[in-house]
């Protein structure tokens, strides 16, 4: 019986103890997550709210003794949301705050801060006054990755969970110290942006507050993306950009520009640069000093402002209007087909020349007038007489077309004794020595006033 006795004596006891441990556990857990928020609400958000005071190498806080050690008390005073966490944690050991600058030495604004929220004493078992390396473990757990203590093997040193991390003991080489690191390179600053572009962004950043208001980001010097969404109040679907809107929906694309404005191309230095498509572009009007096409259609007229048109550069010649009534071959060139060339109007030419027939639907009028059994040259001329006759040249002499020999008595040719312009004789012309005349014909000699003379060929 009395061993029976021990032994239920003895059950009780372990099933105490284990629930005790248990207890125990909880409280340290409890603890660390009690660390965890006093440092997010206190540390992290102390170096948020003052960060460029404490870059300095001697920061000044409005009531605050120490910036790089403030207590409980001082921060419940600046507004940090502390307010409903006591000044003291397991035990009764106060929360205490340590801040610096990394990297030692630095200078502003290449610091950056961090700190450590730590019990002021060790995290111990009340009952037997050691420390509970179970207890240790559960309030680690329970401040996450930015938790840590210090043990017996590295009393100087708090280390962060699996050794990811560490920093000098605040309290000296006191084992069990409870604290929780902060500031930059910390767990608790993942939601923040860094500076210095170190830390990389794993969401969505967004710049609408929980009243709806969107927020602008400025002075950025460039932005890197792959696309940008911008579906605006006003110019939906546009990026701005002073005062011009880049436009563009699930087909089409805009350039939309103030009242007047325009569009241009440029390079980086503000020079006019090219426009270039492998497909059509669809405009109104285009304005340009040259326009370089391999082809061109148009539905309308090509037209052409003041004393200008087309042009060949390769050749040197084209199409051009100087006045209001002629288009005019440039730099005289000529106009050449294998087809007709119709006028309705009249034909103005200063010589004209056929390879085939020349045909009238009409009459043809003959403008040169000459003198029957005068000389001529070439034949095969075509003339008339005064009163209308045609004439023909014929072996040198304009005759009647169906006319025989003249007539004697009849007069070729003109030589003059003084020089002046000779006349052919039926194509036998006479520039030095006597004139001489043809067959059938004899030389004559006539004076004239002045004592000059003249020779002609006289038809026997």
């Given at each position: 019986?009395?061993i029976?006795?021990?032994?239920?004596?003895?059950?009780?006891?372990?099933?105490?103890?284990?629930?005790?441990?248990?207890?125990?556990?909880?409280?340290?857990?409890?603890?660390?997550e009690t660390?965890?928020?006093?440092?997010?609400?206190?540390?992290?958000?102390y170096?948020?709210?003052?960060?460029?005071?404490?870059?300095?190498?001697a920061?000044?806080?409005?009531?605050?003794?120490?910036p790089?050690?403030?207590?409980?008390?001082?921060?419940?005073?600046?507004?940090?949301?502390?307010?409903?966490?006591?000044d003291?944690?397991?035990t009764?050991?106060?929360?205490?705050?340590?801040?610096?600058?990394?990297?030692?030495?630095?200078?502003?604004?290449?610091?950056?801060?961090?700190?450590?929220?730590?019990?002021?004493?060790p995290?111990?078992?009340?009952?037997?006054?050691?420390?509970?390396?179970?207890?240790?473990?559960?309030?680690?757990?329970?401040?996450?990755?930015?938790?840590?203590?210090?043990?017996?093997?590295?009393?100087?040193?708090?280390?962060?969970?699996g050794?990811?991390?560490?920093?000098?003991?605040?309290m000296?080489?006191?084992?069990?110290?409870?604290?929780?690191?902060?500031?930059?390179a910390?767990?608790?600053?993942?939601?923040?942006?860094?500076?210095?572009?170190?830390?990389?962004?794993?969401?969505t950043?967004?710049?609408?507050?929980?009243?709806?208001?969107r927020h602008?980001?400025?002075?950025?010097?460039?932005?890197?993306?792959?696309?940008?969404?911008?579906?605006?109040?006003?110019?939906?679907?546009?990026?701005?950009?002073?005062?011009?809107?880049?436009?563009?929906?699930?087909?089409?694309?805009?350039?939309?520009?103030?009242a007047?404005?325009?569009?241009?191309?440029q390079?980086?230095?503000g020079?006019?640069?090219?426009?270039?498509?492998?497909?059509?572009?669809?405009?109104?009007?285009?304005?340009?000093?040259?326009?370089?096409?391999?082809?061109?259609?148009?539905?309308?007229w090509?037209?052409?402002?003041?004393?200008?048109?087309?042009?060949?550069?390769?050749?040197?010649?084209?199409?051009?209007m100087?006045?209001?009534?002629?288009?005019?071959?440039l730099?005289?060139?000529?106009?050449?087909?294998?087809g007709?060339?119709?006028?309705?109007?009249?034909?103005?030419?200063?010589?004209?020349?056929?390879?085939?027939?020349?045909?009238?639907g009409?009459?043809?009028?003959?403008?040169?007038?000459a003198?029957e059994?005068?000389g001529?040259?070439?034949?095969?001329?075509?003339?008339?007489?005064?009163?209308?006759?045609?004439?023909?040249?014929?072996?040198?002499?304009?005759?009647?077309?169906?006319?025989?020999?003249?007539?004697?008595?009849?007069?070729c040719?003109?030589?003059?004794?003084?020089g002046?312009?000779t006349?052919?004789?039926m194509?036998?012309?006479?520039?030095?020595g006597?004139?001489?005349?043809?067959?059938?014909?004899?030389?004559?000699?006539?004076?004239?006033?002045?004592?000059?003379?003249?020779?002609?060929?006289?038809?026997?």
């Amino acid at each position: 019986m009395l061993i029976a006795s021990t032994l239920l004596a003895i059950g009780l006891s372990a099933g105490l103890w284990a629930a005790r441990q248990e207890a125990l556990a909880d409280a340290f857990k409890a603890q660390g997550e009690t660390l965890k928020a006093i440092g997010n609400a206190g540390g992290n958000e102390y170096i948020l709210r003052y960060y460029n005071e404490l870059q300095k190498a001697a920061p000044s806080i409005p009531g605050v003794a120490d910036p790089y050690r403030p207590t409980m008390a001082e921060l419940k005073a600046l507004g940090l949301p502390l307010q409903n966490f006591a000044d003291t944690g397991w035990t009764s050991l106060p929360y205490r705050f340590r801040f610096q600058r990394v990297p030692a030495g630095c200078t502003p604004p290449a610091c950056d801060v961090n700190g450590l929220v730590y019990l002021a004493g060790p995290l111990t078992d009340p009952a037997t006054g050691g420390v509970y390396g179970r207890g240790l473990g559960e309030a680690i757990s329970a401040i996450g990755g930015d938790g840590g203590f210090s043990d017996e093997f590295s009393p100087a040193t708090i280390s962060g969970f699996g050794g990811q991390w560490s920093q000098p003991n605040p309290m000296g080489s006191q084992i069990g110290t409870l604290a929780m690191q902060v500031g930059y390179a910390t767990l608790g600053w993942q939601q923040f942006l860094r500076r210095d572009g170190s830390l990389p962004m794993t969401g969505t950043l967004n710049m609408r507050d929980a009243a709806g208001t969107r927020h602008s980001i400025a002075n950025v010097n460039a932005l890197d993306a792959q696309s940008a969404t911008l579906p605006g109040a006003s110019n939906a679907n546009s990026l701005r950009v002073g005062n011009t809107y880049f436009y563009g929906d699930g087909l089409n694309s805009a350039v939309r520009t103030p009242a007047g404005g325009g569009f241009h191309v440029q390079d980086v230095n503000g020079n006019a640069a090219d426009i270039k498509s492998s497909r059509d572009i669809y405009t109104r009007d285009v304005y340009a000093n040259t326009t370089q096409a391999n082809e061109s259609y148009v539905n309308g007229w090509f037209r052409a402002r003041n004393d200008s048109g087309l042009y060949w550069e390769k050749w040197g010649g084209g199409w051009y209007m100087g006045d209001g009534s002629w288009i005019r071959a440039l730099n005289g060139k000529g106009i050449w087909t294998s087809g007709a060339m119709q006028a309705d109007g009249s034909v103005t030419s200063g010589y004209i020349s056929s390879w085939g027939r020349v045909r009238s639907g009409e009459y043809m009028q003959i403008d040169g007038i000459a003198n029957e059994n005068w000389g001529c040259a070439p034949n095969g001329l075509i003339g008339r007489d005064g009163p209308g006759a045609l004439l023909s040249c014929q072996d040198g002499i304009w005759k009647k077309l169906g006319g025989g020999e003249p007539p004697a008595g009849s007069l070729c040719g003109v030589q003059w004794n003084t020089g002046r312009p000779t006349v052919a004789c039926m194509g036998i012309s006479w520039v030095t020595g006597p004139m001489a005349c043809p067959g059938g014909w004899g030389r004559t000699e006539v004076l004239v006033e002045g004592g000059n003379r003249m020779h002609m060929c006289v038809k026997y």
